[in-house]
């Protein structure tokens, strides 16, 4: 054996679980690597997943009319909806297109009865 093996082979031996006594069962290698996988689904993908569904939904609804203020911070109304793509009036006369990911948050255009 080459030097380098027999360290490996020392240090592989010395992490071993000792032979004496049953392990509690978050001793386990295999069930603590589990535990990890539901914690990073449940803090990390989930909301993720949710915030998405909530974006497509926002996208979704765009209407001509409603509020919009975008990533970038630009105040405007909604003058065209287009498949991928949203025209905002700025100014009289100023329009400007984004992309409708661009669109951060909407408020409705109140309907008067």
């Known amino acids: 054996m080459t ?7 020392a240090l592989f031996i010395a992490q071993a679980p000792p032979a004496s006594g ?26 993720q997943q949710r ?3 909530e ?3 926002r996208m979704a609804s765009l209407q001509s009319g409603d509020r919009v203020v975008t ?3 630009i105040h405007g109304i909604v003058h065209h ?11 009289e006369g100023t329009n400007l297109e984004f992309d409708k990911s661009a669109v ?3 408020q409705k255009k109140e309907v008067t009865a």
């Open 81 to 91: 909806v287009k498949e991928h793509s949203v025209m905002i009036k700025v100014a």
């Open 55 to 57: 974006m497509a939904a």
């Open 51 to 53: 915030q998405r569904k």
């Open 3 to 9: 030097p380098s093996h027999s360290l490996f082979a």
């Open 22 to 47: 049953p392990q509690g069962i978050l001793g386990s290698p295999i069930v603590m690597m589990g535990l990890m996988a539901v914690m990073f689904y449940f803090l990390l993908i989930r909301p």
């Open 104 to 106: 951060a948050s909407v």
């Open 71 to 73: 990533t970038a911070g």
